[in-house]
């Protein structure tokens, strides 16, 4: 089992739909959530933290954690063209890493159609 | 701009050749951190520093050789490098590493190509 898993895509969307981008960790202690976004050939932009249970919002942001279900996520409201890129799931301070650690997922690729 | 620099963006060397990946942060940060992003992979984490100190080492080969002289500044030594070590080397920050302090900052990489 991967410890951070996303699904790949690509995930494509209409202009003004809602994306909603999901992540699963397998290290039940981990304290720490963060998404990036990540455009070709440029480097991850952290665009949201989570850290502790519920939602939390940022603009058109929302992160959603569940640590019950080892389950995280991000939607993203009135996705605009601009929102494409790869999206990654990263989580931090698990007991296995002795927190040092943070784990990203491979990303799921975005594409909002105009 | 994240306040993190990388130098150089872009590097050719041959298998035999020595070279040193650089990357500075601006932001006051402890931590400091080296990733390898290869084509269809996750990112990998390389090394860790928390004020000086390397507090993480994931198994990288020996061919690799960071160097912490301060908070601010990192160092990725390479030689004898092998052609699947062609990838972007991500360099990032942070305030530390521990709660929420976590959060990480990266520099745009350096696109290493080993011919």
């Known amino acids: 089992q991967k410890e951070v898993e996303q699904n790949s895509g690509p995930l494509s969307v209409p202009e003004g739909a809602i994306a909603s981008l999901n992540c699963t960790y397998s290290d039940r202690g981990s304290q720490s959530f963060f998404w990036y976004r990540q455009y070709s050939g440029k480097s991850p932009e952290l665009i949201m933290s989570?850290?502790?249970?519920g939602d939390k919002e940022d603009g058109r942001f929302t992160a959603q954690l569940n640590k019950a279900s080892q389950y995280v996520s991000l939607l993203i409201r009135d996705s605009q063209p601009s929102d494409s890129a790869t999206y990654l799931c990263a989580v931090n301070g698990g007991r296995n890493t002795g927190g040092f650690k943070t784990i990203f997922g491979a990303g799921t690729r975005l594409f909002v159609k105009a | 701009e994240t306040g993190v620099t990388q130098t150089p963006r872009h590097l050719v060397m041959g298998m035999t050749n020595k070279k040193s990946l650089k990357c500075e942060q601006h932001l006051g940060h402890n931590a400091m951190y080296w990733y390898k992003q290869s084509a269809k992979k996750p990112l990998e984490l390389m090394f860790v520093y928390n004020f000086k100190e390397q507090t993480e080492n994931n198994s990288v080969p020996s061919r690799f050789s960071p160097e912490c002289p301060n908070s601010s500044h990192l160092f990725l030594h390479l030689h004898t490098l092998q052609p699947e070590d062609s990838a972007l080397y991500l360099c990032a920050s942070s305030r530390g590493t521990s709660g929420l302090s976590y959060e990480q900052y990266f520099g745009p990489g350096t696109r290493l190509t080993v011919t």
């Open positions: 989570i850290y502790s249970n």
